[in-house]
C-alpha cells in the first residue's frame, strides 16, 4: 500500500524556535509537496519538489529521494505560521493524483 | 500564482435539497480539477477527478449519482450534491491541475463549507 507519513502530529512552539516537520513515503514519487491550510480552510501550496531542496522566505523544504524522505523547515517561526501543514505526493504511475499525509498542527506561541 | 476560487464558500441548506458548489481557475486553463471532502481533524479524500469534456473518474465508495460533477469549460467544474442530507455535512475543496503545462502543481481553491440540517 502506498503511503505518506508525518511526523508529528502536532507540535507547538514558541515564537523564534527553528521548526522541522518530517514526511516519509513508501514508494517511488514524481513529486512531493508541503500544503499549508489554515483554520479557515484554504490550503496554499508551499513547495513541490522531486530534488534536493528548495527555500521561499523562512521556509525551506528537503527531499532525500533514496531516503524516501523529505523535510520541512521554517526557521524564526512566528504566531501567524500557526496552521496544518499537509506532506503529499505524486506516485510515480499515478499521474496528478495526490496521496496526502495526515498532516502535521503547527501552533506558535507568542 | 494561479488562483483557483470557489463559490459558495459556505452554504446551509435544509436536508433533500441539492447544492452546487463551482471551482474556477482565474488565470489559467485546468484541464483536470480534483474535489476532495474533508472531515474535521483529518486530511483531504480525494472524491472525483474532473475531466474537462469527459465523464469524471470517482473514487471506490463515492456515489457518482450523489455528487455530479461537470466539468463542462477549461475554467469551470461544478460539484453538484443531491439530495443533501446531514452526514453530506463537510468541507469540500477542489484543486485544478493544468497537465498542459507538463507541471504536477496543484492549485487549491479556498474550499466550500456545506451544512445540512
Known amino acids: 500500500k502506498n503511503e505518506v507519513e508525518q511526523s508529528p502530529q502536532n507540535l507547538t512552539a514558541q515564537e523564534g524556535e527553528f521548526i522541522t516537520i518530517n514526511c516519509s513515503y513508501s514508494v517511488g514519487i514524481s513529486a512531493l509537496h508541503w500544503l499549508q491550510q489554515h483554520p479557515g480552510g484554504g490550503i496554499v501550496s508551499l513547495f513541490m519538489?522531486?530534488?534536493g531542496k528548495k527555500k521561499h522566505g523562512r521556509l525551506i523544504a528537503t527531499i532525500n529521494i533514496q531516503e524516501k524522505h523529505s523535510s520541512l523547515h521554517i526557521t524564526a517561526s512566528h504566531p501567524r505560521d500557526s496552521a496544518v501543514y499537509i506532506c503529499?505526493?505524486?506516485?510515480?504511475?499515478?499521474?496528478?493524483?495526490?496521496?496526502f499525509g495526515e498532516g502535521t498542527q503547527l501552533t506558535v506561541n507568542p | 500564482g494561479a488562483v483557483v476560487s470557489q463559490h459558495p464558500s459556505r452554504v446551509i441548506c435544509k436536508s433533500g435539497t441539492s447544492v452546487k458548489i463551482e471551482c474556477r481557475s482565474l488565470d489559467f486553463q485546468a484541464t483536470t480539477m480534483f474535489w476532495y471532502r474533508q472531515f474535521p481533524k483529518q486530511s483531504l479524500m480525494l472524491m472525483a477527478t474532473?475531466?474537462?469534456?469527459?465523464?469524471?473518474?470517482?473514487e471506490q465508495g463515492v456515489e457518482k449519482d450523489k455528487f455530479l460533477i461537470n466539468h463542462a469549460s477549461l475554467t469551470l467544474s461544478t460539484l453538484t450534491v443531491t439530495s443533501a442530507h446531514p452526514e453530506d455535512s463537510s468541507f469540500y475543496i477542489c484543486s485544478a491541475f493544468d497537465m498542459g503545462q507538463g507541471a504536477r502543481e496543484q492549485f487549491f481553491g479556498p474550499g466550500t463549507r456545506l451544512t445540512v440540517l
Open positions: 474532473s475531466n474537462e469534456g469527459s465523464k469524471a473518474t470517482y
Open positions: 503529499a505526493v505524486n506516485w510515480g504511475t499515478s499521474g496528478s493524483r495526490l496521496t
Open positions: 519538489l522531486s530534488s
